[in-house]
């Protein structure tokens, strides 16, 4: 339900804005609803929740980016069939604005009931008590089920032990490819290991002819760095999230791999990014292209004359594992809501297979997957943008490392600052994670 270039470019905007939500709500005093308080130890025994259908119409509402489309009008009217008494208000925000418009709302005590909402902010705004906590309703639901979801996008709505949202869509980085650029150099499948990978970079690299094995961006350096440091066996901090940790042994094996390609990457693009690059994989410039599933809707869309010449495969595995990153989207229901059994009722209703299946791959320019394995294995994946298969493949894969440190923002950013010198040769991989680190250090323990 989204274009290309929101999702790219709104994406990473929205994770920058995540900084700004911990640190305005941490100032707000948020309360309200009762299923949000306390948290699930392991092994206790969750309450079900059956909500209370309104004997008089109700309004409640749903704060997005894409109450335009489509999709979601037609999901809209179809509960209304379902709960006559429960009207819908659909509330639109860009999506690059989202996260700082319902930061404010909820300081302000206005916030929508419902939203959709950039997972990776979950974690941080039910540590504040700004959401509901969902454990209840999901024990009493027959269209959510727990086990469904995959783990890696499971995890970014559970804060101490509790579900605070409901994973609606996602998308991981995946390896597209020119596979008339591969047939030409004799390459018969796409890699599927770094050795793999950087043999085919080599082959496919020809700076006389400006023909290119692989691109990067130093601008985006850590987040397409991230795969390799959890490939190689390393983690972005300690596991009680108190110490940094991506300057590790395989921190740096990752790093000098990843900083390597750059003798495989158009020098005149690594102060790119990854929206303006696309380009260069569309001209037959550069071989392989590290994105999102946005990136295939976007060369399906953009530059039809190469259909059929390009395809995508998972990200080559590591020397520990396969990985890739994750990110997508959620629904939470606010905990200053009046209404909160009708906004389950909501959010529950958009969770349902089919309804997550209009809003992901069921139209053709629905570009993003599911996160439940159920819809992951359905044979109409792939129906209208085939390449979607080869990012399901790898939802297995996907890694999810937050924190609700509210300096991490400013981590993130030194730690791609510092790797972005190295990819344009002003100091060592290693020396990048090291400077990095320290920043970050200081940064964790203010």
């Not at 130093?218 to 940094?244: H, M, R, V």
């Not at 010449?309 to 229901?333: E, F, H, I, Q």
């Not at 923002?409 to 972005?420: D, R």
């Amino acid at each position: 339900m989204r274009r290309a270039r929101t999702v790219t470019i709104a994406r990473r905007v929205r994770a920058l804005a995540v900084v700004a939500v911990v640190a305005l709500v941490a100032t707000a005093c948020v309360g309200g609803g009762t299923s949000n308080e306390g948290a699930t130890e392991p092994g206790d025994t969750i309450q079900p929740i059956t909500p209370t259908e309104p004997t008089s119409p109700v309004t409640i509402t749903f704060q997005s980016w894409v109450g335009e489309a489509q999709p979601m009008k037609k999901l809209v009217a179809d509960f209304k069939k379902e709960h006559p008494n429960i009207t819908v208000r659909l509330l639109n925000v860009p999506a690059e604005r989202a996260a700082q418009k319902l930061t404010t709302q909820i300081a302000g005590g206005n916030p929508p009931d419902t939203a959709f909402l950039d997972s990776s902010a979950v974690q941080d705004l039910a540590a504040r008590r700004a959401l509901v906590n969902l454990d209840g309703y999901i024990a009493g639901s027959e269209a959510v089920s727990l086990d469904d979801y995959v783990a890696g996008f499971k995890q970014t709505a559970v804060y101490q032990n509790s579900m605070f949202a409901l994973p609606y869509d996602g998308e991981t980085t995946g390896l597209f490819y020119r596979t008339d650029l591969f047939q030409a150099a004799g390459i018969a499948n796409p890699p599927a290991t770094w050795e793999e990978l950087e043999t085919a970079a080599a082959k496919l690299t020809d700076p006389a002819r400006k023909r290119y094995g692989y691109i990067l961006f130093a601008p985006e350096a850590q987040y397409y760095w991230l795969p390799f440091l959890w490939q190689a066996g390393g983690n972005l901090l300690s596991q009680d999230g108190k110490t940094i940790a991506f300057n590790s042994p395989q921190g740096v094996q990752a790093a000098d791999f990843y900083v390597g390609l750059r003798k495989y990457s158009p020098p005149d693009f690594l102060a790119s990014n990854s929206w303006d690059g696309r380009a260069a994989f569309a001209t037959g410039k550069v071989a392989m292209y590290a994105a999102g599933a946005w990136f295939g809707g976007e060369m399906a869309s953009s530059y039809p004359r190469i259909n059929g010449r390009w395809s995508v495969a998972p990200m080559p595995a590591g020397p520990v594992r396969c990985a890739t990153t994750n990110a997508g989207d959620s629904l939470v229901v606010t905990s200053q809501s009046k209404n909160t059994d009708a906004a389950w009722l909501w959010i529950e209703f958009l969770s349902r297979p089919d309804n997550m299946k209009l809003g992901t791959f069921g139209t053709p320019s629905a570009i993003l997957l599911p996160p439940r394995r159920s819809l992951l294995s359905d044979p109409q994946l792939g129906r209208y943008n085939p390449w979607l298969k080869g990012f399901a493949e790898q939802m297995a894969c996907a890694v999810n490392e937050t924190t609700t440190n509210p300096n991490w923002g400013q981590v993130s950013e030194a730690l791609n600052a510092e790797l972005g010198k190295a990819i344009y040769g002003d100091q060592t991989a290693a020396e990048a994670l090291d400077k990095a680190a320290k920043k970050g250090q200081t940064l964790l323990e203010e």
